[in-house]
């Protein structure tokens, strides 16, 4: 199944290692992150599971869930995270799907055949609060994923949402924004009575919006 940005995701149920799930309600009112992995005591998702869990307490500034998924029975699981603690020195701290009968795999396309039939590549789902995807991102068995860069797209994403800007090229948190072309300048003014510097009729350049200010 082919997912495009703006789709509302598929809801499945399933066992985690924090007991059995419905997707959307267990994302609730939040973000969500899900990301699969080829499958267990493999080292590249080691290292991932370890670095995301470092990094929750980012997510959870951000109003941000995640959840990861790896085609393997859930009695596995606790062996590996007892791997990933000695390996990186960090508890998962976030629930770990057991899809072995591959149904969220297939729901979500996560089983590319030219790279492998039997397990997952490294895909990233991000889901806003009304269940719909705001990014997907695809990478090898090979490559670890930077999570660095997924809270900056987030950053970007909860930006936009809230107060109509986008982000230009190598953005970081704190950095001037954009004024989205479809806002014109009379309700740009109302947005952001400080004013911004138009480059072009279409790039107008604004300090970023800090978090707790209203639009």
């Given at each position: ?9 598929p809801d499945f149920t399933a066992d ?28 590249v998702c080691t290292t991932e599971l ?166």
């Amino acid at each position: 199944m082919a997912l495009n940005l703006g789709d509302v995701v598929p809801d499945f149920t399933a066992d985690t290692t924090e007991g059995k799930i419905s997707f959307h309600e267990w994302l609730g009112n939040d973000w969500g992150v899900l990301f699969s992995h080829p499958k267990n005591f493999t080292p590249v998702c080691t290292t991932e599971l370890g670095a995301v869990a470092k990094l929750k307490p980012g997510f959870e500034r951000r109003g941000v869930k995640v959840i990861g998924l790896s085609v393997d029975q859930l009695s596995n699981h606790g062996q590996w995270i007892d791997d990933i603690r000695d390996a990186t020195g960090a508890t998962l701290n976030f629930p770990l799907i057991a899809d072995h009968d591959k149904n969220v795999a297939n729901l979500y396309g996560m089983i590319h055949p030219n790279a492998s039939d039997t397990t997952t590549v490294r895909s990233v789902f991000v889901i806003g609060p009304d269940k719909k995807l705001k990014l997907t991102l695809t990478y090898p068995a090979s490559t670890g994923r930077n999570f660095d860069e997924i809270l900056r797209v987030i950053d970007s994403l909860q930006l936009t949402s809230k107060f109509s800007v986008a982000t230009p090229v190598d953005w970081k948190q704190g950095e001037d924004v954009i004024i989205v072309p479809s806002v014109s300048d009379e309700a740009a003014k109302e947005k952001f009575p400080g004013g911004w510097k138009t480059l072009k009729p279409y790039l107008r350049v604004v300090p970023q919006p800090k978090v707790g200010e209203s639009v």
